[in-house]
């Protein structure tokens, strides 16, 4: 994992999990159910409820938090080192309502405010920002420089009682692979609980 990504994922944990909580689970989505299928180079994650056309297995499932009723996953990332980039998707349960559209634009609005507050001190530039949406769901794109060609793209969403964070980084010569990228970021889906 790139040493650029930490500050992002602490910005990401300090933000979504002082809001956060866990959520009944309709199945024991314990570490013995994690199997992922492939369907079309797509990676599905029934622990986080996630669908994105990457390859069917991750680098990594890093558990950040489990409910201690059933110990089903209710923060994590997974990770995966391509030649187009690095990705990493985060996920966190919330708690709150089924439409609670003020929650999820407050936490929006948080974890931008806190990633484009951070980028100086790591160099870096906003390119551009946009709001974004899955569905009926709120989201926001951020575009970062960093020094040495790093390109960094970032998704979050606020979908099905979860906050997301989709990234991508990509340094030097995986640049000409944006385009790409791009492709796969679109692709991403959530999936019902």
Not at 68 to 73: A, K, V, Y
Request: aromatic share 6%; hydrophobic share 40%; net charge negative.
């Amino acid at each position: 994992m790139s040493s650029k990504r930490i500050p992002f994922l602490i910005a990401l944990i300090g933000t979504v999990l002082t809001v956060s909580a866990t959520q009944p689970s309709t199945s024991a989505n314990n570490a013995s159910n994690l199997a992922h299928k492939s369907a079309d180079k797509e990676f599905i994650a029934p622990e986080a409820g996630f669908t994105i056309k990457l390859p069917d297995k991750s680098d990594n499932l890093i558990i950040l938090a489990r409910d201690p009723r059933d110990q089903h996953i209710t923060a994590g990332m997974r990770t995966w080192n391509l030649k187009q980039g690095e990705f990493i998707i985060t996920f966190t349960e919330l708690n709150s309502g089924p439409d609670d559209q003020r929650l999820k634009q407050v936490m929006l609005s948080s974890h931008r405010n806190t990633t484009v507050s951070g980028l100086p001190a790591r160099e870096g530039e906003l390119l551009s920002e946009q709001a974004l949406n899955l569905g009926e769901d709120p989201g926001w794109e951020l575009r970062a420089r960093y020094p040495n060609d790093v390109l960094f793209i970032e998704r979050i969403y606020c979908a099905n009682h979860r906050f997301y964070q989709i990234t991508a980084t990509l340094e030097g010569d995986q640049r000409k692979h944006e385009a790409e990228v791009i492709k796969i970021l679109e692709s991403f889906n959530v999936v019902a609980k």
